[in-house]
């Protein structure tokens, strides 16, 4: 199954390795900032969000490289990482993640991410997928797909889905998590600093 952004048919298909999990809900915000939805479906919590940044998809992808962009960062205490772990795909890693609540938790979560479509400009759609893949048996599913499309203004647009299978969740994890990352990346794409983050004690 290969799936079409609709609001840019011109652009080729994005692979199923990198496609969006489901059709995202959330609303497109006029300009920058983020819209998230969420819920549960079964046993599935869920998460769904659409945000403008204003800067290229280059940019943005740059961000989404970035370890301390992607991490948890208000819920894992510590983090380490390994680099290249796919070669299907233009950037990977894994992502070794601790988490020290009542108990220590640990897992870990791998990215993957390509340049579906470019330009002499420069990067016009990238596809991003995220999923544990070892760890902890609390999380039963976590995975999570990012979109990057270019917008006639010259921002770009996140596309993002989150799924989660756990003990004792909810959505409003998913829901924390997307707004961190786009806040996240809305900062290193503007050059400044990071939001400070850091689980509570």
């Excluded at 609709?6 to 969006?20: D, H, K, S, T």
Aim: with cysteine; proline share 5%; glycine share 6%.
């Amino acid at each position: 199954m290969l799936f079409l952004l609709a609001c840019q048919p011109e652009l080729p298909e994005i692979p199923e390795g990198l496609a969006p999990l489901a059709d995202n809900t959330a609303p497109l915000p006029d300009s920058e900032g983020i819209h998230v939805v969420s819920g549960e479906d079964g046993d599935v919590d869920w998460a769904h969000a659409q945000g403008l940044i204003d800067a290229d998809v280059a940019t943005v992808w740059a961000a989404l490289q970035e370890h301390e962009v992607v991490v948890d960062r208000a819920v894992v205490s510590e983090w380490s990482v390994v680099e290249d772990t796919d070669a299907d795909y233009d950037v990977s890693f894994q992502v070794h993640n601790t988490v020290n609540d009542i108990l220590t938790v640990e897992y870990t979560r791998e990215w993957r991410q390509s340049v579906v479509h470019e330009t002499e400009e420069g990067a016009e759609l990238v596809g991003i997928r995220f999923e544990k893949i070892d760890g902890t048996d609390v999380i039963d599913v976590m995975v999570g797909s990012v979109i990057l499309s270019a917008t006639e203004d010259g921002q770009t647009r996140l596309d993002m889905v989150e799924q989660l299978v756990a003990l004792q969740r909810g959505p409003e994890p998913l829901v924390a998590y997307l707004e961190d990352l786009f806040e996240d990346a809305q900062a290193h794409s503007h050059g400044e600093p990071l939001p400070e983050r850091a689980p509570e004690d």
